[in-house]
T-cell receptor, first 116, second 111 residues
Framework: AQSVTQLDSQVPVFEEAPVELRCNYSSSVSVYLFWYVQYPNQGLQLLLKYLSGSTLVESINGFEAEFNKSQTSFHLRKPSVHISDTAEYFCAVSHTSQGGSEKLVFGKGTKLTVNP | KAGVTQTPRYLIKTRGQQVTLSCSPI?????VSWYQQTPGQGLQFLFE???????NKGNFPGRFSGRQFSNSRSEMNVSTLELGDSALYLC??????????FGPGTRLTVT
């Protein structure tokens, strides 16, 4: 069975500071990895995903995540955060061999609060 | 394109009743998934439908069921409601693997 651990439930930072949201997964098979974001009073949105190829993936708003197979991690980073990045971030994993099934296993989420 | 829509947005039910939630996916998306979100358990996969067939199911009791229609619209049903079923129920549709497009959710409160 797969599982996802987000090591920090809450991360407060000041504006323009760097941030890292940690995610570790457990799986006996190859996986796809995702970060989803839920802004206050909004629905979940895909932030970025790793399916194959380069282990470093980037989003359009400056976040990046690196797939580390040996550490079974997929940490999310941003060098300089903005107030508007305040949201809850969810790491998720799925099997590569699910026959196309969209079953995702999510972590419990990390609430990022960016303070002025 | 219109996003995923869910109806109703809010629902209050009493223990023992049953409830049906509806989801309309993005036009052209044939996969529809359902998730339950609670403060304690987080996001948990309920089931997924593709072309009217259930493709995968999570670890929920048989009181939770769903179906998908030929136009890809989906419904989920919860019978004999319990207090612990109070949650935000999220529907998502997808075209590309892993790229789930979530709806705003239905907030179910069981009293």
């Amino acid at each position: 069975a797969q599982s996802v651990t987000q090591l920090d439930s809450q991360v407060p930072v000041f504006e323009e500071a760097p941030v890292e949201l940690r995610c570790n997964y457990s799986s006996s098979v190859s996986v796809y990895l995702f970060w989803y974001v839920q802004y206050p009073n909004q629905g979940l949105q895909l932030l970025l995903k790793y399916l194959s190829g380069s282990t470093l993936v980037e989003s359009i708003n400056g976040f990046e995540a690196e797939f580390n197979k040996s550490q079974t991690s997929f940490h999310l980073r941003k060098p300089s955060v903005h107030i508007s990045d305040t949201a809850e971030y969810f790491c998720a994993v799925s099997h590569t061999s699910q026959g196309g099934s969209e079953k995702l296993v999510f972590g419990k989420g990390t609430k990022l609060t960016v303070n002025p | 394109k219109a996003g995923v829509t869910q109806t109703p947005r809010y629902l209050i039910k009493t223990r023992g009743q049953q409830v049906t939630l509806s989801c309309s996916p993005i036009s052209g998306h044939r996969s529809v998934s359902w998730y339950q979100q609670t403060p304690g358990q987080g996001l948990q996969f309920l089931f997924e439908y593709f072309s009217e067939t259930q493709r995968n199911k999570g670890n929920f009791p048989g009181r939770f069921s769903g179906r998908q229609f030929s136009n890809s619209r989906s419904e989920m049903n919860v019978s004999t409601l319990e207090l612990g079923d109070s949650a935000l129920y999220l529907c998502a549709s997808s075209l590309v693997p892993g790229t789930l497009n979530f709806g705003p959710g239905t907030r179910l409160t069981v009293t």
